[in-house]
């Protein structure tokens, strides 16, 4: 997925497709940017680098414990759907990175602290969230019924509009937390850059995208 708008260039990936990868790459060093957005924060930046995994105390610390369990189980569907795809979380923003260097980009991340984002779910997620969470899980439906999906690939844009609307629906405090409050974040943070930036290059999530664009289109920010 590829969104222009003025000097902002977004480029919309899955954690865990392979040719997100190689189009997060492919586009930074097309383009050559003086500035790559990062859909991160510090603690998840450092987290794709370090080979050593912080230990459980360390993140409880961090996190707080239903912020480490939620934590937890988040990094555990990533990484078994990665595997099946052979593909590593994550990596598409390393190959951005590099591509970043290789052309001189500053490099930034815009998104909210993961902590602040966790704590924020815990406090706004209701038990009627919860209990249609655990029958989500146990009923295999984290991308709706009647979907199907190539994991190794970006979803198009109307598999992700009616992903959205079914997170909207169904855990409306969990959509406005982890994206609601977190694309007005990005697209400040991004809008922030274009002013200072010749050419802005963002790497988002998907199903962050339209929405951010849209955000920084209207300045209602």
């Known amino acids: 997925m590829l969104l222009r708008y003025r000097n902002l260039v977004v480029v919309g990936t899955s954690h865990i497709a392979r040719e997100s990868v190689e189009e997060a790459k492919g586009i ?35 996190l707080g414990f239903r912020g480490f369990i ?34 001189g980009a500053k490099i930034y991340l815009v998104d909210r602290r993961i902590e602040v984002t966790l704590r924020r779910l815990i406090s706004k997620i209701t038990f009627r969230e919860k209990l249609r969470f655990v029958f989500d899980l146990l009923a295999g439906l984290f991308l709706g019924r009647g979907m199907k999906i190539d994991i190794s690939k970006v979803p198009s844009k109307e598999v992700i509009k009616q992903a959205i609307a079914y997170v909207r629906t ?11 409050e977190r694309n007005r974040f990005i697209a400040k943070n991004l809008r922030r ?6 050419l802005v290059v963002a790497v988002l999530g998907a199903g962050h995208c339209e929405d951010v664009i849209e955000l920084i289109e209207s300045g209602k920010i």
Do not use: C, T
């Open 70 to 103: 939620l934590n937890a189980l988040g990094a555990w569907v990533e990484a078994k759907l990665g595997k099946l795809v052979g593909v590593k979380p994550g990596s598409e923003m390393l190959a951005a990175i590099d591509a970043a260097k290789e052309v």
């Open 170 to 180: 169904r855990y409306p405090n969990v959509y406005k937390v982890l994206i609601e």
């Open 193 to 198: 850059l274009m002013e200072r930036h010749e």
């Open 28 to 62: 930074i060093s097309r383009e050559r940017p003086d500035a790559v957005a990062l859909e991160l924060d510090k603690a998840r930046l450092l987290a794709l680098f370090e080979k050593r995994k912080a230990g459980m105390l360390e993140q409880i610390r961090h």
